[in-house]
């Protein structure tokens, strides 16, 4: 535990909230230095004035997790702000409630600077939360439709699968990361859902799962046969969203090789068929954006 750059960080962050946004007088005659008072912030935080003032001076003992909880609340932390004061007390950062399957505004927007790239965003779940039409033209134009899980697509048959020579590594790459979901998401009912569906439906996924796979996201290459242009030698490799635990998957092909030309005969026909050169798919969609302007309450990835 970090006691000394604890107790600093939590008092620059209390000096920074305005009184006003808490419903608290901003000219009390009282106040004199700026930002919400120790006794605020602890009533705020649900804890004893006294733990928070040790906690300050560098006094106090190892915060719990529901201590540093109520702290990040009250200290209203961004989510990288939160994992500092976990990591600043010692502490692991816990998982949210279960995975989360809306997209951010700026990673469906970077999609959109990948013309010839075929581009999606997964979540910890396996959920299909963001794509562009490349994606859509090159694994089919069932992508997306309805509720689309890349999980249930390989080991259920739920929506078409093109002939792939990492059909296998593919099994053990989505085994493994569902079961990080399953450690960090343990009561989130509709990855409990999936798992017993996934279970039942497929002795192959039952046997994966069993053998404990364990991957880590990187650069690998494939070739899928794909009905339209034939065979693709395609390179995938992934960029970890962490705050959101999700994935953005691009699929390129060699600069100059065949699968290249027909990789760009494919985002040919899929700016025809969007209708514009940046008509990208958000499974967030037909509710009208928040002030973020991501769109909330549309289809989910499970």
Same mark, same amino acid.
């Given at each position: 535990?970090a006691?000394?750059?604890l107790? %600093?960080?939590l008092?620059?962050?209390r *000096?920074?909230?305005?009184? $006003?946004?808490?419903?608290?007088?901003?000219?009390d005659?009282r106040?004199?230095?700026p930002?919400?008072r120790r006794?605020?912030?602890? @009533?705020?935080? #649900?804890?004893s004035? $006294? =733990? =928070?003032v040790?906690?300050?001076? /560098? %006094?106090g003992p190892?915060?719990s997790?529901r201590?540093l909880d109520g702290?990040?609340r /009250?200290l209203?932390l961004?989510?990288?702000?939160r994992?500092?004061?976990f990591?600043l007390?010692?502490?692991?950062?816990?998982?949210? &409630?279960?995975?989360?399957?809306?997209?951010r505004?700026?990673?469906v927007?970077?999609l959109?600077r990948?013309p @010839?790239?075929?581009?999606?965003?997964?979540d910890a779940a396996?959920?299909?939360v963001?794509?562009?039409?490349l994606?859509q033209s090159l694994?089919?134009?069932d992508?997306?439709?309805?509720?689309?899980?890349?999980?249930?697509?390989?080991?259920l048959n739920e929506?078409?699968m093109?002939?792939?020579s990492?059909?296998e590594?593919?099994?053990r790459i989505?085994? &493994?990361r569902l079961?990080?979901? *399953? $450690?960090r998401?343990p #009561?989130d009912?509709?990855l *409990? &859902?999936?798992l *017993?569906?996934l #279970?039942t439906?497929?002795?192959?996924?039952?046997?994966?799962?069993?053998?404990?796979p364990?991957h880590?996201?990187?650069?690998?290459?494939?070739?899928v046969?794909?009905p339209?242009v034939g065979p693709l030698?395609?390179?995938?490799?992934v960029?970890?969203?962490?705050e959101?635990d999700?994935?953005?998957?691009?699929?390129?092909?060699d600069?100059?090789s065949p699968?290249?030309r027909?990789?760009?005969?494919? &985002?040919?026909?899929?700016?025809?068929?969007?209708?514009?050169g940046a008509?990208?798919?958000n499974?967030?969609?037909?509710?009208a954006?928040d002030?973020?302007?991501?769109?909330?309450?549309?289809?989910?990835?499970?």
């Amino acid at each position: 535990m970090a006691r000394q750059e604890l107790a %600093r960080f939590l008092r620059e962050r209390r *000096a920074g909230l305005r009184p $006003d946004d808490f419903g608290l007088p901003d000219r009390d005659p009282r106040r004199r230095t700026p930002g919400l008072r120790r006794e605020e912030l602890a @009533e705020l935080a #649900h804890m004893s004035v $006294d =733990y =928070y003032v040790r906690l300050e001076q /560098a %006094r106090g003992p190892r915060p719990s997790a529901r201590i540093l909880d109520g702290l990040a609340r /009250a200290l209203r932390l961004s989510p990288a702000e939160r994992d500092h004061l976990f990591r600043l007390a010692g502490s692991a950062t816990p998982p949210g &409630a279960g995975p989360v399957r809306q997209v951010r505004p700026h990673v469906v927007r970077m999609l959109e600077r990948l013309p @010839e790239t075929a581009a999606i965003v997964t979540d910890a779940a396996y959920g299909l939360v963001a794509w562009n039409p490349l994606a859509q033209s090159l694994f089919g134009g069932d992508l997306g439709l309805g509720t689309t899980n890349l999980a249930r697509r390989r080991f259920l048959n739920e929506g078409r699968m093109y002939g792939s020579s990492s059909t296998e590594e593919f099994g053990r790459i989505v085994v &493994a990361r569902l079961r990080r979901a *399953a $450690d960090r998401y343990p #009561h989130d009912p509709a990855l *409990a &859902a999936q798992l *017993a569906e996934l #279970h039942t439906g497929s002795p192959e996924f039952g046997h994966l799962w069993e053998s404990r796979p364990v991957h880590a996201p990187g650069h690998r290459t494939k070739t899928v046969d794909h009905p339209a242009v034939g065979p693709l030698r395609l390179n995938c490799d992934v960029l970890l969203v962490p705050e959101d635990d999700q994935e953005v998957v691009l699929i390129t092909a060699d600069p100059g090789s065949p699968s290249a030309r027909a990789l760009r005969e494919l &985002a040919g026909k899929g700016r025809e068929d969007s209708g514009t050169g940046a008509s990208y798919t958000n499974p967030c969609a037909r509710t009208a954006p928040d002030q973020d302007g991501c769109r909330h309450g549309g289809r989910r990835g499970v």
